[in-house]
């Protein structure tokens, strides 16, 4: 069952609106992404988001869609050097326009300053429950979880790994914005 709370304690998602999209089929996940991009343009209340994906291909992917849309991509991957990984990070919240996207497939994303995106989405759920708080614990806000038919289990583990409900992102999701 996927229904609405929030969960606080140790080790678990604490202050972080979470949320579920039931994208059903991974061909339409970049036109729900877009679609809470353009939401959040309206908003002018998400400057930076944080995009997470399970694979190097997916990260080169939707950079290059991202980009033919005219957003402004950033990118960390896990063999990137910490210096490489400050600077893209310094540059990606240094830029003002809104949203701003970083894409990484690394969990363990560094940088003192990450915690300032104002958007978490997991355009792939992680493969373990235990990387989920990796990703999460870095907004402020909101975190978008999308979910196709296939991934459906991984949500309910991550719930029961936390303790927790995710629940659905509402049809007015702009109003909490």
């Known amino acids: 069952m996927l229904s609405s709370t929030h969960s606080q304690g140790f080790g ?13 089929k991974e061909e339409w996940k970049l036109e729900t992404l877009c679609d809470i991009f353009e939401l959040t343009l309206k ?4 400057t930076h988001c944080i995009v997470f994906v399970n694979t ?20 960390i991957l896990k063999f990137f050097s910490q210096d490489i990984r400050d600077i ?3 540059e990606f919240f ?3 326009s809104s949203p701003q996207v970083l894409i990484t497939t690394d969990p363990q994303l560094c940088g003192a300053d990450v915690h300032k995106a104002s958007l978490i989405v997991n355009y792939d759920l992680p493969t373990v429950p235990e990387n989920y708080l990796h990703r999460i614990g870095r907004s402020e806000k909101f975190a978008i ?3 196709t038919e296939d991934e459906t289990s991984m949500i309910i583990d991550i719930q029961k ?8 992102l509402p049809c007015n999701f702009e109003d909490l914005l």
Request: avoid cysteine.
């Open 88 to 90: 893209v990070t310094r």
């Open 145 to 147: 979880n999308f979910m």
């Open 43 to 46: 908003a002018k209340s998400i």
């Open 161 to 168: 790994f936390y303790n927790m409900v995710i629940e659905e």
């Open 12 to 24: 678990r998602p604490s202050s972080i609106k979470q949320f579920y999209v039931d994208v059903d």
């Open 56 to 75: 190097m291909d997916k990260v080169d992917w939707l950079m290059d869609e991202l980009r033919s849309r005219d957003h402004k991509v950033f990118v």
């Open 94 to 96: 240094s830029q003002s």
